[in-house]
């Protein structure tokens, strides 16, 4: 089992920044791929990024892109998604999810869900 906790979220006003954490726990996280979703209210949950094991790699949803950054700390058991330049359409519950594979972007089959944290961003 793994354990994943996120923080970090709460109102930012147009143009601010936030850096969600996500803290996991459990087996060893080092072998996990994980990723950052999102879901508006009354909308379906949407891929923001993801991460391979080692780091090396990432990538974003497009509308994300250049204003997010995903990272992982392996030694810390932590991942983070650092969000500048936040947007109304940002609002939204940040999950982060684990899989021993790979990040699927339509979230299907991930081994691990956080249960979220709440990200408002007030015009």
């Known amino acids: 089992q793994v354990q994943l906790v996120e923080s970090g979220g709460g109102e930012v006003q147009t143009g601010g920044s936030l850096r969600l954490s996500c803290a996991a726990s459990?087996?060893?996280?080092?072998?996990?791929?994980m990723g950052w979703f999102r879901q508006a209210p009354g909308k379906e949950r949407n891929f923001v990024a993801r991460i391979k094991w080692s780091a090396g790699s990432a990538d974003y949803a497009d509308s994300v892109k250049g204003r997010f950054t995903i990272s992982r700390d392996n030694a810390k058991n932590m991942v983070y998604l650092q969000m500048n330049n936040l947007k109304p359409e940002d609002t939204a519950v940040y999950y982060c999810?684990?899989?021993?594979?790979?990040?699927?972007?339509?979230?299907?089959?991930?081994?691990?869900w956080g249960k979220g944290t709440l990200v408002t961003v007030s015009s």
């Open positions: 999810a684990a899989d021993q594979s790979r990040v699927d972007p339509r979230g299907f089959g991930m081994d691990y």
């Open positions: 459990g087996r060893t996280f080092s072998n996990y791929a």
